[in-house]
C-alpha cells in the first residue's frame, strides 16, 4: 500500500473494551496484522528483485524494528541480507550543520557524511565487500570498529535511516532499482464520536519518551526540547519524500496505549516537568492516556516492534 494522507481511525472504545475482556486476542492480532505487512514487503522484494530496499519513517516510527523484521523474514526464505543503518555515517558533532538558532541540527541530510557514503558503496559494488563504519555516540565520532557487508546480485541490502528516501543519499545506489518503504505510525485513536484522543504524533512522542526514559535516561523535559526540532526536521527533510514510497507500513499497533499507559504516567509523576512551556504537551498527553484501559506489559510478545520502546 502506498502511502496517503488521511489517518487511520481506531476506536478507543473498542480497544478499552478488548483490553479489559480479552488482551490476549486484542494482542495477537494486532501483531499478526503487523507481521502480514511484513511478509508482503518481502513477497514484493523477492519477486521483483529488489535486492535494495530503502527504509524511512520520522522519529519513533519503528524503523529499526522494521527492518530488522524485514531481514529475518528474507533469511527465513533462504536470502542473503545485510542490515545498514544510515547513522553510522554521521559526522562528528563539530561537522554537525546548525539551525537558524545555532543549535546543532542533527535531522538534515548534511548531518551525513555523503561523500564517504557513496565511496563506501562504490567499494562494495566494485569489490563485493566493504567494511562498513560504527558511529560511537558516546564519543559522538566514529569508532575505530568496523563491520564487513558481502555483496552479489542475490543478496539483498536494507538501508535504514531518516533520509534513505533523499535522493541526495546516494548516487551510487541509482543505479539500482531500490524498494522505497516508508514506516510511520498512522492510526489517531477516537472517541465515539469520533472526536482524537490520541494524535499519531503524539503516539510517536509517547514512544519516543518511553525510549529515551528507559534507554538513555532522559528525562520527559529533555525530550520535549528536542520534539519540536525533530518535528521540524522531519517537515523538512523525511515528509517531502513519502511520496516516492513504493510501500507504506503503518506501525500502529491498536493495543499500544493500553501497554503504555502505566509506564507514561509513573515517568510523569517521577520526572516532574520544570519548563512551564512543556506544561500543556504534558497535561494533553496525561488527560489523553487517562481514557484508556491499562494491559500489562508482560503480555507484550518479545518480538513485538512495541519492544523497541519498552526495553
Known amino acids: 500500500m502506498r502511502y496517503h494522507s488521511k489517518t487511520e481511525k481506531i476506536s478507543a472504545q473498542a480497544i478499552n473494551s478488548s483490553g479489559l475482556n480479552s488482551p490476549d486476542e486484542l494482542i495477537k492480532s494486532a501483531e499478526n496484522a503487523f507481521l502480514e505487512r511484513i511478509n508482503e514487503l518481502v513477497d514484493t522484494a523477492i519477486n521483483e528483485e529488489r535486492y535494495i530496499i530503502l527504509l524511512t519513517g520520522p522519529s519513533a516510527s519503528g524503523k529499526t524494528t522494521s527492518s530488522k523484521k524485514i531481514a529475518a ?42 561523500k564517504y557514503f557513496n565511496y563506501i558503496i562504490s567499494k562494495l559494488k566494485e569489490d563485493g565487500f566493504a567494511d562498513f563504519p560504527i558511529f560511537d555516540f558516546t564519543k ?38 531500490a524498494l522505497k518503504v516508508y514506516v510511520s505510525a498512522h492510526s489517531d485513536f477516537v472517541d465515539e464520536n469520533g472526536d482524537i484522543l490520541l494524535a499519531s504524533r503524539d503516539l510517536r512522542l509517547t514512544r519516543r519518551l518511553l525510549r529515551d526514559t528507559v534507554k538513555r535516561s532522559t528525562s520527559p523535559d529533555e525530550t520535549f526540547s528536542l520534539w519540536d526540532k525533530v518535528c521540524k526536521g522531519e517537515a523538512i527533510y523525511i515528509r517531502p519524500f513519502k511520496k516516492l514510497a513504493d510501500i507504506h507500513i503503518n506501525s500502529t499497533h491498536p493495543y499500544e496505549p493500553l501497554v503504555y499507559k502505566k509506564r507514561l504516567l509513573a515517568a510523569f509523576s517521577q520526572n516532574l516537568i520544570t519548563e512551564s512551556k512543556y506544561k500543556d504537551t504534558e497535561m494533553r498527553l496525561k488527560v489523553a492516556f487517562r481514557q484508556f484501559e491499562e494491559i500489562s506489559e508482560d503480555l507484550v510478545p518479545d518480538y513485538s516492534l512495541l519492544k523497541e520502546f519498552l526495553v
Open 73 to 114: 523474514k528474507l533469511e527465513e526464505r533462504g536470502k542473503k541480507v545485510n542490515r545498514i543503518s544510515l547513522d553510522n555515517f554521521y559526522k562528528t558533532r563539530d561537522e554537525m550543520p546548525h539551525w537558524r538558532d545555532g543549535s546543532k541540527n542533527f535531522e538534515s541530510i548534511e548531518s551525513l557524511d555523503l
Open 140 to 177: 559522538a565520532e566514529r569508532s575505530d570498529e568496523t563491520f564487513r557487508v558481502d555483496f552479489d546480485n542475490q543478496t539483498f541490502l536494507i538501508f535504514e535511516g531518516i533520509h534513505a528516501l533523499n535522493p541526495l543519499l546516494s548516487e551510487e545506489l541509482n543505479t539500482y532499482k
